[in-house]
């Protein structure tokens, strides 16, 4: 074992504090955000209502309280679209429950949603511990970014919306857009009746066309 991974993966006898944690060599990786919250964690929870699933409401209100402690820490706008993200946690109970370490991370990715990533598919790196029997419970949370996200999020070349798509050859966000691109041709004037029409982008259609429809072509020819 290398000296950097020693430190991404401590032993459990000497775990260093989460804010003492070196950040990995990868990208130009940077601090986002680095809480603590204060009280006993919650694991995601799924409820059935009749036909419908909802979460519990001490699973969003835990949620949205992880959410607002890294809202204050990220200050002014930040593009959710733009890098991978490497989450460390930790987990202290003040009891030996038993749980399944996989289902605390998910609150967290949660309430990074929409606030530091648009989705919890850019997170790319997952650290997590969880301790047991613990006087002071708590969550500790290091979020921090890894480089740029381009494998799948792309911004429109029409709208410039940001988009997650689906090969990396696709340039529009929906038909409308590439419709919006497919027809942004040359304004001309019909050689018949003179209306002003616009032609398609390709050279083809730029270089032949000179009627606003087949109706006006058939006219044309016939006289």
């Not at 060599?25 to 799924?46: E, F, H, L, M, T």
């Not at 835990?62 to 820490?73: F, H, M, N, V």
């Not at 002014?76 to 109970?93: M, N």
């Not at 209306?195 to 730029?206: C, P, Q």
């Given at each position: ?22 950040f ?88 990074g ?25 708590r ?44 027809y ?40």
């Amino acid at each position: 074992m290398t000296k950097e991974q020693a430190v991404l993966f401590p032993k459990n006898k000497d775990i260093p504090l989460i804010q003492n944690y070196p950040f990995p060599r990868i990208g130009k990786a940077r601090r986002v955000a680095n809480v603590c919250y204060k009280g006993i964690p919650i694991s995601v929870a799924v409820g059935l209502s009749g036909n419908r699933l909802y979460r519990p409401a001490d699973y969003t209100a835990y949620r949205d309280a992880l959410g607002w402690l890294i809202k204050e820490q990220l200050g002014g706008e930040w593009d959710t679209h733009r890098y991978s993200f490497g989450v460390r946690a930790r987990f202290f109970f003040p009891n030996k429950r038993k749980i399944d370490i996989d289902n605390l991370l998910k609150p967290v990715l949660d309430a990074g949603t929409h606030l530091v990533w648009a989705d919890d598919s850019q997170v790319m790196e997952a650290y997590t511990v969880m301790l047991r029997d613990d006087p002071d419970p708590r969550v500790e949370i290091l979020i921090y970014t890894l480089g740029d996200f381009i494998d799948y999020w792309h911004h429109c070349a029409v709208c410039g919306k940001p988009f997650k798509r689906q090969n990396l050859n696709q340039k529009f966000c929906s038909r409308e857009c590439y419709r919006a691109y497919r027809y942004q041709g040359e304004e001309r004037k019909c050689a018949y009746c003179g209306k002003l029409f616009k032609t398609g982008r390709s050279n083809r259609e730029r270089r032949g066309r000179k009627f606003c429809s087949r109706v006006c072509s058939n006219k044309a020819r016939a006289n």
